[in-house]
């Protein structure tokens, strides 16, 4: 038999319930017309995880933390199809392939940290994740990439306390919102048609150029000329946080 369960609510509780809904819903229309998006609290630390909506600019992201491989056919296809994106890389990969990321910036790419050890920030205690990001803002100061602004957490991991930490050190935190999952090499017809499909005005797409991945490169071949044909110009991310022309907000 099924049950159908019916709440009963007096005038006042439904007014009180209708009033609730229409703060929330105004919450987020307010926070979705600064054409910015981004993870966690009002007026405090943020973390940037879309840019503007308004301009079909999007940003191409790699994140890189062991092997030497795979990164050159990466950086092959983006040359050839001249498309700049920003590589998040993890300072014991930049100590052990300072040539690598060298030419990774020389081809006019844009570089972000992603801590010094590719351990996530949730399983640390708030002044080791301190250490690891002084560390590696140390690690890359001494290659020569001195002031990194953008930070990005291992695995993506972090909450309000780490994102605040890092912006008192004077970074911007940088996810993501588009994720086809290419290290797990689910298909490069599976990693094709997920950024295909999903990828809109101001996304921040995450890719890989670690040598897990096995399938990244071939997509490339296919997504770069693809994603243009559609009309979208592939910028940085500090591009996309320079064009939102707005400050970012917290989603909570």
């Known amino acids: 038999m099924n049950h159908f369960y019916v709440w009963r609510f007096s005038r006042i509780k439904r007014w009180a319930l ?10 987020f229309l307010w926070f979705e017309s600064n054409g910015v998006f981004s993870v966690f609290s009002k007026n ?28 050159h056919d990466i950086l092959k296809q983006l040359e050839e199809h001249q498309v700049q994106a920003t590589f998040f890389v993890s300072g014991e990969w930049a100590e052990k392939h300072p040539d690598i990321l060298k030419k990774i910036s020389e081809s006019k790419h844009e570089v972000g940290m992603l801590g010094y050890r590719y351990k996530s920030y949730l399983d640390q205690e708030i002044g080791q994740v301190r250490k690891d990001l002084q560390y590696a803002k140390e690690v890359f100061g001494k290659l ?95 591009e996309i946080i320079n064009q939102a022309h707005a400050e970012s907000k917290i989603v909570e």
């Open 144 to 238: 020569g990439y001195k002031d990194l602004e953008l930070v990005r957490a291992p695995h993506g991991h972090f909450n309000d306390e780490i994102i605040k930490l890092a912006e008192d050190m004077g970074h911007k935190v940088i996810h993501w919102n588009i994720n086809p999952h290419d290290w797990q090499n689910p298909g490069t017809q599976k990693i094709v048609d997920h950024v295909m499909s999903e990828t809109s005005n101001g996304d921040i797409i995450l890719l890989h150029a670690s040598d897990s991945v096995k399938q990244t490169a071939e997509s490339l071949n296919t997504i770069l000329p693809g994603l243009k044909n559609k009309g979208f110009t592939f910028v940085t991310v500090s």
């Open 18 to 27: 209708v009033a609730i809904l229409a703060f929330f819903t105004a919450g």
């Open 44 to 71: 405090e630390a943020v973390a940037l995880t879309k840019g503007s909506s308004k301009e079909p600019n999007i940003a191409l992201t790699f994140n890189i933390s062991w092997g030497e491989e795979k990164v």
